[in-house]
């Protein structure tokens, strides 16, 4: 069974540009959460989308944004990019996204704002 | 604000020794708390969790304690392994916990030397 699957790996982009990043979840997940890490700030949670719909948000802006699509395929979108936004990106599925429920994480985008 | 705190960046042990991971964390909300495990270049994977009703679970050579009252988690690995070396994040699930946000501290770099 793939692994969630997250593209690209590393990005490089200037400030005031736009980016996505692409999220495949493991087969048969419905439910897909992204999160922000950085140094000295752990893991944040931006959004989790279940049935193409956004069940949750955190606390980001609205430059930050995100989508599913039927086949549960996820896209997270930055819009007007801060040197700020240099992270690494985290998506991760679960089946339906019940708390006991296993969050399988992909490997990350290492996104760098110059 | 910070809801889960890990207060010690990092901590370093002895093969076969035990090692202890603490989380602190201040919403009496929270009711289902886990642990993760991330190598470099690797998405997050979990290790263990516990629910807000038991004070303590196991699974094999790992051992999370909860002391609601203290609002305290801890995570004792014995013995420790030289390839338990590792970032280790505690999370917490706030109420409703049907959704797939996860609320993360810092994380605990552990190195256990040979």
């Known amino acids: 069974k793939a692994g969630v699957t997250q593209t690209p790996r590393y990005l490089i982009k200037t400030r005031g540009q736009q980016v996505t990043l692409s999220c495949s979840p493991i087969?048969?997940?419905?439910?897909v959460s992204w999160y922000q890490q950085t140094p000295g700030q752990g893991l944040q949670f931006l959004f989790e989308?279940?049935?193409?719909?956004?069940?949750n948000k955190g606390n980001f802006p609205g430059r930050f944004s995100g989508r599913q699509f039927s086949n549960s395929r996820s896209e997270m979108n930055v819009s007007t990019l801060e040197l700020g936004d240099s992270a690494l990106y985290l998506c991760?599925?679960?089946?339906?996204?019940?708390?006991?429920?296993?969050?399988?994480f992909g490997s990350g985008t290492q996104l760098s704002v110059l | 604000d910070q809801q889960v705190k890990q207060n010690s960046p990092s901590l370093s042990v002895q093969e076969g020794r035990i090692s202890i991971l603490n989380c602190d964390y201040t919403?009496?909300?929270?009711?289902?708390f886990l642990w993760y495990k991330k190598y470099p270049a690797e998405g997050p994977t979990f290790l263990i969790s516990i629910s807000s009703i038991k004070d303590k679970n196991e699974d094999g050579r790992f051992t999370v304690f909860l002391n609601k009252s203290a609002k305290h988690l801890s995570l004792h690995i014995v013995p420790s392994q030289p390839g338990d070396s590792a970032v280790y994040f505690c999370a917490a699930s706030p109420m409703p916990s049907n959704t797939g946000k996860l609320i993360f501290g810092q994380g605990t770099t552990l190195q256990v030397k040979p």
């Open positions: 087969s048969g997940h419905r439910s």
């Open positions: 919403n009496s909300m929270f009711d289902y």
């Open positions: 991760a599925s679960s089946l339906v996204g019940r708390v006991n429920e296993k969050l399988f």
């Open positions: 989308y279940f049935s193409e719909t956004q069940r």
